[in-house]
């Protein structure tokens, strides 16, 4: 199974680094990149050799919102896979993430079950994204 590229947009660093752990161990994804605010994400992923199949976005930031990076990455129509966890996935957040761009909201207190198991599916059929993205 390839590994899965991911980015991780996320503002706490003892969040990012469990994380990090926890999806390189158990869902066969390599982390390429990290920012901690929207202005960072947003300036990552419209960088032309930043390549990642997979973005993973919480909504609170250390400045921005993850909101905005949803909204930024999805009008980039780059093929990535947008996913938001999150302690705050309300119904209502949830609806608005999605509208944004988002395929799946996860909840980071209850669903990381089910974020690794995501991320296993992507990685095991669906890193056929772009083509520059794959290897």
Known sequence: MQALKAYLVEDS????????????????????????DEQG????LSEPGNKAHLVIVDIFLSGGSGLGVLKAAHQ???????????????????TRCLAL????????????????EYCTELAGHDVSGPSELRA
């Open 13 to 36: 660093p003892v969040i990012q680094q469990s994380l990090i752990a926890t999806l390189e161990e158990l869902a066969s994804v390599n982390v390429v990149g990290i920012a901690e």
């Open 41 to 44: 994400a947003v300036q990552w």
């Open 101 to 116: 761009g988002a395929e799946r909201v996860f909840d980071k207190s209850t669903e990381i079950d089910a974020l690794i």
């Open 76 to 94: 980039m129509q780059q093929g990535r896979h947008l996913v938001v966890l999150s302690n705050y996935a309300t119904k209502d957040m949830r």
